[in-house]
């Protein structure tokens, strides 16, 4: 079993910064691909950006040049560093990776918890 931990959100003032991080722990053989989703109220939840283990990234278009996601493999961890955000950023956002427990198994698809992230103008 694979268990992600995200941390980071909070309240912040427009124009500010933030750094999420999740953390995986478990059976862990390899993070073969990664993400960070989010969610505000009324609306679907929706990609923010993502990354394999080939370090290709992907953003969504909203944030292209304000978020930078980003991996530590060593300690088994995505980052997801926001900057200038603004109040539209304000959002459960959440983790999501793809990982392969042991060589010889598929990989399978983990959710973390979610952490609130609040933009102020």
């Known amino acids: 079993q694979v268990q992600l931990v995200e941390s980071g959100g909070g309240l912040v003032q427009a124009g500010g910064s933030l750094r999420l991080s999740c953390a995986a722990s478990g059976s862990i053989f390899s993070i073969n691909a990664a993400g960070w989703y989010r969610e505000a109220p009324g609306n679907e939840r929706e990609l923010v950006a993502s990354?394999?283990?080939?370090?290709?990234?992907n953003y969504a278009d909203s944030v292209k040049g304000r978020f930078t996601i980003s991996t530590d493999n060593a300690k088994n961890t995505v980052y997801l560093q926001m900057n200038r955000l603004n109040p539209e950023d304000t959002a459960v956002y959440y983790c999501?990776?793809?990982?392969?427990?042991?060589?010889?198994?598929?990989?399978?698809?983990?959710w973390g918890q979610g952490t609130q992230v609040t933009v102020s103008s």
């Open positions: 999501n990776a793809h990982v392969q427990p042991t060589p010889q198994r598929y990989q399978y698809s983990y």
């Open positions: 990354i394999t283990n080939t370090g290709s990234t």
